[in-house]
């Protein structure tokens, strides 16, 4: 079964395994997939990967953002470091550009970021690199099994990738 076949089937418990979006571009990167769907890079959520120290963290963030390395020491104590493309496929099953936060390995903690609340309807990854699904960001939250929300973004003129 391939990734997105996976993922499509993991959704049906929520009946919203009909969300998912094939593409036959990539959406491998923000702007390819807001470019896919037509929508503003804040509505890609971007699913990061990391160690923090030894934990495997997934932080999903609005696409249009950038992690706070200071936020995230402060929250995690550790300095931001991103996962190794053979770390996350080990841990994950997934590649980058197509990383998504559902039905992961409970050994992975998954933290939604508050940049997503300032949108109504996101699109993280459906598996590959050619997919998204719709969500509102509570059903993101109920749909992934976060562990909770985290300000470790850029907010407005920190920076933030317009």
Known sequence: MDSVEHVRR??????????VIEFT????????????????????????????????????????QRIDNRKYKARFGTKARMMRAEELE??????????????????VSIYLDESLRAWDIVYPAAGNEASAVRVTPE?????????GWVDVCKGPGEGAQA
């Open 90 to 107: 080990a841990l994950t099953g997934l590649h980058f550009g197509g990383v998504c936060p559902f039905d992961i390995p409970d050994t």
């Open 10 to 19: 993991y959704l049906s418990q929520f009946g919203a395994e009909d969300r």
């Open 25 to 64: 571009v990539s959406s491998a990167t923000v702007a390819l997939a807001a470019q896919a769907l037509g929508c503003e890079e804040g509505r890609i959520a971007k699913t990061l990967s990391f160690m923090a120290g030894t934990e495997p963290v997934l932080i999903v963030a609005a696409g249009d």
């Open 139 to 147: 059903e993101l939250e109920r749909f992934s099994g976060a562990k």
